[in-house]
């Protein structure tokens, strides 16, 4: 009996090994490459039947889909999970309706895993986005629409707009929340019955509602297109035809349940949905546009040679970028166990690569404040007399001697890696802040990418130094009046509204909260 135990257990452990092997090499480096690639062709096809439309791409997945993205956007699928729906005002992605209304639509790029045919970013989050946007606009306008002079000043001039006009837009205005049809009845009914109370946290947050109401002359509207989706080619609507914007949100990649092997003349790969997610997980160093850059060499590399062929590109691209004084840091990479040519106790030296972009898309002023916020790679750039440098990047920069006293280097990492290290520092970068503005110089504020933690730093500076009109105070308004999260809701849209890749994480945004709750407790005593 003992045997007969003994052998069960063998034969169950040798049947998980060889699963495990199966699903390593299915998820393998070269898979995902491929499989994105080939979901991109899709991606393309769709571009191409409303050309007029800029694609954007949703972050983070999104961006792996094309080399030719015109923005990006940030709608998170936690934000559409069941039980957890809410309307985020710290991601109100405001820059897309202007575009959309300027354009007269966008095309959004995003992938799911396996089972899904879209991710409930694009199921719930942007659905509920729109019908939020297009009942506070409405309100505006209804607001508006009895005043000639105010709707003159919001910008509808009387030739094109007046009254009457207005009336008849309010009439065709559709405030209904547009759901697909695999989302239930039940759940739609429970997100209508939040609406409101989205609307009026919206409104209450103080965004530019105004000059969305003057950019969008159709309401928002999302129509969904994946893979599965049938579309005759000969019958494709003009989007100006619609009488609503449309957000047509395509989901990338293929949702079927069979695993899918596929091949060529060359070798067989595994088709992977939604391979794009979770880059930190197989990526290997990789970035969306260095992939680009290299495409069709790790296309025709094949399974067996991809991980050393990422690995020199990732390498070179390092180098290329530390020459030049670039942000190229190092990460230690574990290679799966006996996969790709590796041994299981090798490691690979590789770089996280930012993408290459426009230096001046690197630095956002924020309106008349005397305040920026970017990413360290051009902030050496922009050192000079008036204006001073806050950086908060765990790397130091190239600081010229005349400018030692206009520069301080205070090293902060994200909660994910330090739940304080944001609150401990918040001191002294506000006392730097208040020495240097109040003798009227410029501070820029810099991290790594310029979207996540130099945006946690100007909000605390901006809250403890600015009055409301956004005039520096010294910190005097701060003294007079007590801090709420609506308050630094209403300062993160104002900073969101210059600096549209914003992308504040929630722990880091907690740290800045403690830190003014904690100064006005101070204060108080």
């Known amino acids: 009996m003992a045997d007969n135990d003994a052998e069960l257990r063998t034969t169950r452990d040798s049947i998980y090994k060889a699963a495990r092997s199966i699903k390593r090499r299915d998820n393998s480096l070269y898979n995902a490459l491929r499989s994105i690639y080939q979901d991109s062709l899709f991606v393309d096809e769709i571009s191409n039947l409303w050309p007029k439309l800029p694609l954007l791409a949703n972050l983070r997945c999104g961006l792996w889909y094309s080399p030719r993205f015109d923005a990006t956007c940030y709608f998170k699928s936690t ?15 405001l820059h897309l309706p202007l575009l959309a209304g300027e354009k007269g639509g966008c095309i959004i790029i995003d992938s799911t895993r396996k089972g899904k045919k879209f991710p409930d970013s694009m199921s719930k989050t942007i659905p509920i986005w729109c019908c939020v946007l297009n009942c506070s606009i409405y309100n505006h306008l209804k607001r ?12 509808f001039t009387s030739d094109n707009h007046d009254d009457s006009s207005i009336r008849q837009l309010l009439d065709k205005w559709d405030c209904s929340l547009h759901m697909p049809l695999w989302v239930s009845k039940t759940e739609k009914a429970s997100i209508e019955a939040r609406l409101d109370e989205w609307i009026k946290q919206l409104e209450e947050s103080g965004a530019d509602i105004a000059s969305l109401a003057t950019c969008l002359r159709k309401p928002l509207r999302p129509l969904w297109v994946s893979q599965k989706t049938v579309i005759w080619l000969n019958e494709v609507p003009d989007h100006d035809s619609w009488d609503f914007t449309p957000l047509i949100l395509v989901s990338a990649s293929d949702s079927g349940e069979v695993h899918q092997y596929r091949t060529n003349s060359e070798f067989s790969w595994s088709y ?3 391979a794009g997610d979770d880059e930190e997980s197989w990526s290997r160093g990789l970035s969306p546009s260095v992939f680009w850059t ?9 399974p067996e040679v991809c991980n050393q062929k990422v690995a020199e590109i990732v390498e070179s691209d390092r180098v290329y970028r530390a020459q030049r004084g670039q942000e190229a840091p190092q990460i230690v990479v574990k290679c799966s166990k006996g996969y790709g040519g590796v041994k299981s106790d090798e490691t690979l030296s590789l770089n996280v690569p930012k993408p ?35 950086n908060c990047d765990k790397n130091q920069i190239s600081v010229p001697s005349s400018h030692l006293e206009e520069y301080l280097h205070l090293p902060m990492t994200g909660s994910k890696f330090d739940r304080f290290s944001i609150l401990k520092n918040l001191p002294t970068a506000v006392s730097f802040a208040k ?6 110089k410029k501070l820029l504020v810099c991290c790594q990418d310029g979207e996540d933690i130099s945006v946690c730093v100007c909000l605390a500076i901006l809250i403890s130094l600015f009055n409301d009109e956004g005039t520096f105070d010294g910190g005097r308004s701060f003294e007079e009046e007590s801090i709420t999260k609506l308050e630094m809701r209403r300062m993160l849209i104002f900073i969101c509204k210059y600096a549209v890749n914003a992308r504040p994480s929630r722990g880091n945004l907690r740290q800045v909260f403690g830190f003014l709750s904690s100064q006005h407790e101070n204060s108080d005593e």
């Open 435 to 440: 020495m240097k503005m109040s003798m009227g």
């Open 294 to 302: 290299h495409v069709d060499d790790l296309i025709d590399s094949g």
């Open 79 to 93: 934000d559409g999970h069941t039980n957890n729906l809410s309307f985020n005002t710290s991601r109100l992605n």
């Open 272 to 274: 992977i949905p939604g």
């Open 356 to 390: 290459r972009v426009d230096e001046e898309s690197l630095v956002s002023w924020l309106a008349s404040t005397n305040l920026a916020l970017g990413s360290s790679q051009v902030a050496s750039k922009a050192f000079s007399t008036d204006c001073c440098i806050l």
């Open 144 to 155: 508006l629409c009895n005043t000639n002079d105010q709707l003159i000043d919001a910008g």
